[in-house]
């Protein structure tokens, strides 16, 4: 099923040209509505009329998160208060929110693009989708729920959390589509098994995933656990919410609303592009953005780029699931370690959950890194022999995949803290030293 064949399926040269006269004019609007821009473009000696297309994408500056929380709140807004009639922001955990704002047409182009989205993963005007991601700032909610009303889908808008509600009306309502993070799509199946339900009874068809890394293993956990096609969307509130990039039913790589947001990879040491087939970090460039463009906007999701035609027909590029953020790496005595390494370790293992947390310190100048790891409750037992032979077991796999050593301690059934949002899976207490 393809939403926009005429867009979604056009040749790449036809695409380039549209791509290029759309960055040429965001380019024009930036330097002459935002300051931040036309100072930064100033700094280096590039005026508007030196962008001719996508060929000189690279001349342009990068833009951070930072960026974003040093002109909050609306500083790098490129129309007037007076045309932006909604606004979103992130949580702002780690330091001031990043705040991002939409005029009537963004707001039309965002609900294209996740109609694109939901299509492209099997929902049309027949499905019901409950939507469990939150509403309010955060983009996830609202981002999904307009995509989705533009299909025609019946919108069950329960947002996040209520575990026991949401069950319920997953029954009741007879929900074919489940939207919400991965980590809180196991927590449901978890659930459903504590409370007798069996999955399969159910209605559910298709899960839309997104807002946090997961692996393949974490989708096959997912897939068996709640009988459903388990489909990633990829989305961040500085580039737009959801439904910048989704899989089809071949689940080989997101593709891209090429159209709306130009993607590239760099290297995260030389800031360069990267060659084709190459994993780097992935950088965005808006060209249809009214209120909130961005030129060159760097996620920290590490992807590899594919622009061969996918096999569905449609030729915009598509990126592989991210492996992880370049700036939730941990690097542990020396060693860049991700934990979705970790995780698939984990759900390659029968006698575990997918649940973990990684615990880094440091002591006497050494970090160390203490790894958590839930015990299913088919294999949780008081014999102390076979406890040390699964911890030695995880261990070993843990040591051969991340190449250091760490400590394994496992624990009962539940321990770990459910989220019904994004999943903490790191505590690094080298932070407070």
């Avoid at 909604?86 to 929110?97: D, F, L, M």
């Amino acid at each position: 099923m393809i939403w926009n064949e005429h867009i979604e399926c056009m040749s790449r040269d036809e695409l380039r040209e549209i791509q290029s006269k759309r960055l040429c004019e965001t380019v024009e609007r930036v330097y002459y509505n935002v300051p931040f821009y036309r100072k930064k473009m100033q700094e280096i000696g590039l005026e508007p009329e030196d962008i001719k297309g996508i060929q000189d994408l690279s001349k342009l500056p990068f833009t951070t998160k930072q960026d974003l929380r040093d002109n909050y709140p609306f500083n790098l807004f490129a129309v007037p208060m007076s045309e932006v009639v909604r606004v979103h922001a992130s949580s702002g955990t780690t330091g001031k929110p990043t705040v991002v704002g939409y005029t009537r047409r963004d707001l039309s182009s965002w609900s294209e693009v996740v109609a694109r989205s939901l299509h492209c993963a099997g929902v049309e005007k027949n499905d019901r989708i409950q939507i469990a991601y939150g509403y309010g700032l955060f983009t996830g909610g609202l981002g999904i729920h307009y995509g989705a009303e533009k299909v025609g889908a019946t919108v069950i808008p329960i947002s996040g959390g209520n575990t026991k509600k949401q069950l319920n009306l997953m029954s009741d309502f007879e929900s074919t589509v489940i939207a919400c993070t991965p980590s809180y799509a196991l927590y449901l199946a978890e659930a459903m098994e504590e409370k007798g339900i069996d999955p399969a009874k159910l209605k559910l068809k298709t899960g839309i995933f997104g807002a946090e890394p997961w692996t393949n293993n974490m989708r096959k956990q997912i897939e068996a656990k709640l009988h459903i096609k388990a489909m990633d969307i990829y989305g961040l509130s500085e580039i737009m919410g959801p439904g910048v990039a989704c899989e089809c039913s071949y689940q080989n790589g997101l593709h891209v609303a090429e159209d709306h947001f130009i993607p590239e990879t760099i290297s995260t040491d030389t800031l360069k592009n990267v060659d084709m087939g190459m994993e780097g970090e992935l950088v965005f460039t808006t060209i249809t953005k009214e209120a909130l463009p961005i030129l060159r906007y760097r996620t920290r999701d590490l992807t590899v780029l594919n622009y061969d035609k996918c096999e569905c027909g449609r030729t915009m590029v598509r990126m592989q699931k991210c492996t992880g953020r370049s700036d939730d790496m941990l690097i542990i005595r020396g060693v860049n370690v991700f934990p979705s390494q970790i995780e698939s370790v984990l759900l390659e293992m029968r006698e575990t959950k997918p649940h973990y947390l990684l615990i880094v310190e440091r002591h006497n100048n050494l970090d160390t890194l203490e790894i958590w790891v839930e015990v299913d409750e088919a294999f949780f037992s008081d014999e102390i022999r076979k406890l040390e032979n699964l911890t030695k077991k995880i261990t070993h796999e843990i040591q051969s995949t991340l190449g250091i050593s760490v400590k394994v301690k496992l624990v009962e059934p539940k321990t770990i803290e459910r989220s019904e949002g994004k999943a903490k899976r790191i505590i690094d207490r080298r932070k407070l030293v």
